[in-house]
């Protein structure tokens, strides 16, 4: 059983607008979240994350809401970039971290 | 040079064959991982070990095996490689202090034909 969901595989969004990419997760212990971007042909690299004991992390263009009685996240990037086209994946951190499927991200011109 | 190396960075190999994919890191972390990826299955945990002396199975173990020769290096095996092997694979370290420190290698492209 997925631990981790991102129900959307892919997302168009043009230049400019937010991007709101949406997670859900099953395990109420979850304490930390994060997201990672991958290009192609590289590794994921972190972005932002949230401690359990907060409900907002925002770094720059990036933020990350975290609704606990939902089980849910979600990452805000406003305004959208064309450098913002690739892969995000919603994790959770246990021992180890647990990814979701991830969601592709197209900035449209 | 990068944080994390891994080699090769494509292999393309036949049914049955043994290969081994390495990964070495410079970050000095305890903490090391294999994570493979699929099209639209994301990143599963393959192996991880917390130290030189300690391995665990991660959520799809089957078909590979580990070796941590060292703090710095990390390898895969498959001992015998089938078409469903093929896919992407990533090593990643960590200092232990949070998911933000995963550092991952740019991984490695391998074909089982």
């Known amino acids: 059983d997925q631990q981790v969901k991102q129900n959307s595989p892919s997302l168009s969004v043009q230049e400019g607008r937010i991007s709101i990419l949406n997670c859900d997760y099953t395990?109420?212990?979850?304490?930390?979240f994060l997201w990672y971007k991958k290009y192609p042909a590289e590794g994921p690299t972190f972005l932002i994350s949230?401690?359990?004991?907060?409900d907002k992390n925002e770094d720059g263009r990036f933020t990350v809401f975290l609704n606990k009685s939902a089980k849910h996240l979600s990452l805000h990037i406003v305004p959208s970039q064309p450098g913002d086209s690739a892969v995000y994946f919603c994790?959770?951190?246990?021992?180890?971290?647990?990814f979701g499927k991830g969601t592709r991200l197209h900035i449209l011109p | 040079d990068a944080d994390v190396t891994q080699t090769p960075r494509n292999r393309i190999t036949k049914t049955g064959k043994r290969i081994m994919l390495e990964c070495s890191q410079t970050?000095?972390?305890?903490?090391m991982y294999w994570y493979r990826q699929d099209p639209g299955l994301g990143l599963r945990l393959i192996y991880y070990s917390f130290d030189v002396k300690d391995i665990n199975k991660g959520e799809i173990s089957d078909g590979y095996s580990v070796s941590r020769q060292a703090q710095a290096k990390f390898s895969l095996s498959l001992e015998s490689a089938i078409p469903n092997q093929t896919a992407l694979y990533f090593c990643?370290?960590?200092?232990?202090?949070?998911?933000?420190?995963?550092?991952f290698g740019s991984g490695t492209r391998l074909t089982v034909v």
């Open positions: 949230i401690s359990s004991i907060k």
């Open positions: 990643a370290t960590s200092g232990g202090t949070g998911g933000g420190g995963y550092t």
């Open positions: 994790a959770a951190l246990d021992d180890k971290i647990i």
């Open positions: 970050k000095g972390h305890d903490r």
């Open positions: 395990n109420s212990m979850f304490d930390y």
